[in-house]
């Protein structure tokens, strides 16, 4: 199975890419909403986790997600620790969903693809990539949050010039109607390279 790895710092607006290709018939998988499910569900990564960050790490309703943001987007050591407990998870989670993937391919979508080593799996990468102002922009009318912490996020992540030159596709998100087109280009270069490797 052809992976394709989708990637693009927070407010780059890869979802809305992403949902461009479900419209395609690609099946995509969401590392971050699954990794959130996980936490959740394993008892492995709770059990660890709470030993981490201690009891708060969790309330009764499920993780919380305030308290190990706040840890963690302050403290870049404490992020690759978190990354170190859940991301062997995902990866191992993805695997599985692979070998049930009917599309001619499969996107991983991923916002950390190459800080958490999971562009390894793929075999095309594409960096959706927007201003930062854009992206802040768009992250403070999503999302209750402060221009402060938008900016530690970023400084967590890979910038996207470090992205798109690791990258074998690059989508400037600030167009719809061009991304789209986009998309569709790169879609049927996609199936070309898969026809041309069988």
Do not use: W
């Not at 989708?6 to 998988?29: A, P, V, W």
């Amino acid at each position: 199975m052809i992976v394709v790895g989708l990637t693009g710092g927070i407010g780059s607006g890869k979802t809305t890419i992403l949902k461009m290709f479900q419209n395609l018939d690609i099946e995509c998988y969401i590392a971050d909403i699954e990794a959130k499910k996980l936490m959740n569900s394993s008892k492995k990564i709770k059990k660890k986790l709470i030993e981490e960050f201690g009891k708060n790490a969790y309330t009764t309703l499920g993780l919380n997600r305030k308290y190990i943001a706040k840890i963690v987007f302050e403290n870049p050591e404490r992020l690759k620790t978190l990354n170190s407990i859940v991301h062997p998870r995902v990866h191992k989670h993805f695997e599985k969903f692979v070998k049930k993937v009917k599309s001619s391919y499969v996107i991983y979508e991923n916002a950390i693809l190459f800080e958490s080593k999971g562009a390894k799996k793929c075999d095309f990468i594409i960096t959706v990539t927007a201003p930062i102002s854009v992206r802040i922009k768009r992250i403070l009318a999503r999302d209750t949050t402060t221009k402060v912490d938008i900016l530690n996020r970023m400084k967590n992540q890979f910038s996207d010039e470090e992205k798109a030159s690791k990258s074998d596709y690059i989508i400037n998100n600030i167009d719809l109607e061009k991304a789209q087109k986009e998309v569709q280009e790169i879609h049927l270069n996609i199936l070309q390279k898969i026809q041309e490797i069988h």
